[in-house]
T-cell receptor, first 115, second 116 residues
Framework: KAGVTQTPRYLIKTRGQQVTLSCSPISGHRSVSWYQQTPGQGLQFLFEYFSETQRNKGNFPGRFSGRQFSNSRSEMNVSTLELGDSALYLC??????????????FGQGTRLTVV | AQKITQTQPGMFVQEKEAVTLDCTYDTSDPSYGLFWYKQPSSGEMIFLIYQGSYDQQNATEGRYSLNFQKARKSANLVISASQLGDSAMYFCAMRQGGTSYGKLTFGQGTILTVHP
C-alpha cells in the first residue's frame, strides 16, 4: 500500500510568484489536511478537505488556497509569495478525519524556499 | 481552546535506556484523540502511537507506549530501549471532536538525542 505522496519535494521560488503543491493520499483516504512548519511558528494548520469540500480552515491569509479532486488528491496554492512563506509544507491524510479515527499519516513534505 | 504543551525542548538519553517525553493538553471536549509523531532531519512526520480519550488502556506500539493520565490531561510518550535511530524531533498532537474534523493541534516538539 503506497503512502502519502507529496510533490515536489523541494521548490525555490521568487517573491511575488505563485506556487502549487500536490498531495496524493493513501488509497481510501478522503480527508487531506495541510500544515505549514517553520522554526518560529512550529506546525500550523492551514486547511482540511474532505470529499472535495473544505471543512476546516486555519488562520492564514487568502493567498493560501487549496482544492481537492474527485480522486482525493489535493493541491494547495500560494499566490504572491513572500519571504515568510518559506517553510516545510506537510499534508496528512486519513479515512474520515473524525476524532474517533485513529489515523493521520503524513507525506514527506515539500520544502519551499522563497528568495 | 485546544492546546498542547511540550515542556522539554531537548532530552538526552543513553542508548538502551528508557526515556519519557512529556505532553500535556488542554481541552473541554470529552472526545479527542492524541497522537505522537517522530520527525527526523529529513522532515517527514512518522506516526508512532495513538490514544483515544475513551480508551481504557494505555496504547502500546512496539517500543513505544503512551502513559495516558486523563485527569491530569497528560499523554507522555515512553520509549523503551532507546536506539541511535531514535534521535529526532518528537511531536505530540491532538485531534478534537465537533467541527475540528481532521485538524491536528501540535505541541512545540522535543528534540531527543540518543548517546552511544
Amino acid at each position: 500500500k503506497a503512502g502519502v505522496t507529496q510533490t515536489p519535494r523541494y521548490l525555490i521560488k521568487t517573491r511575488g510568484q505563485q506556487v502549487t503543491l500536490s498531495c496524493s493520499p493513501i488509497s481510501g483516504h478522503r480527508s487531506v489536511s495541510w500544515y505549514q512548519q517553520t522554526p518560529g511558528q512550529g506546525l500550523q494548520f492551514l486547511f482540511e478537505y474532505f470529499s472535495e469540500t473544505q471543512r476546516n480552515k486555519g488562520n492564514f491569509p487568502g493567498r493560501f488556497s487549496g482544492r481537492q479532486f474527485s480522486n482525493s488528491r489535493s493541491e494547495m496554492n500560494v499566490s504572491t509569495l513572500e519571504l515568510g512563506d518559506s517553510a516545510l509544507y506537510l499534508c496528512a491524510t486519513s479515512t474520515g478525519g473524525t476524532v474517533q479515527n485513529t489515523e493521520a499519516f503524513f507525506g514527506q513534505g515539500t520544502r519551499l524556499t522563497v528568495v | 481552546a485546544q492546546k498542547i504543551t511540550q515542556t522539554q525542548p531537548g532530552m538526552f538519553v543513553q542508548e538502551k535506556e528508557a526515556v519519557t517525553l512529556d505532553c500535556t493538553y488542554d481541552t473541554s471536549d470529552p472526545s479527542y484523540g492524541l497522537f505522537w509523531y517522530k520527525q527526523p532531519s529529513s522532515g517527514e512526520m512518522i506516526f508512532l502511537i495513538y490514544q483515544g480519550s475513551y480508551d481504557q488502556q494505555n496504547a502500546t506500539e512496539g517500543r513505544y507506549s503512551l502513559n495516558f493520565q486523563k485527569a491530569r490531561k497528560s499523554a507522555n510518550l515512553v520509549i523503551s530501549a532507546s536506539q541511535l535511530g531514535d534521535s529526532a524531533m518528537y511531536f505530540c498532537a491532538m485531534r478534537q471532536g465537533g467541527t475540528s474534523y481532521g485538524k491536528l493541534t501540535f505541541g512545540q516538539g522535543t528534540i531527543l538525542t540518543v548517546h552511544p
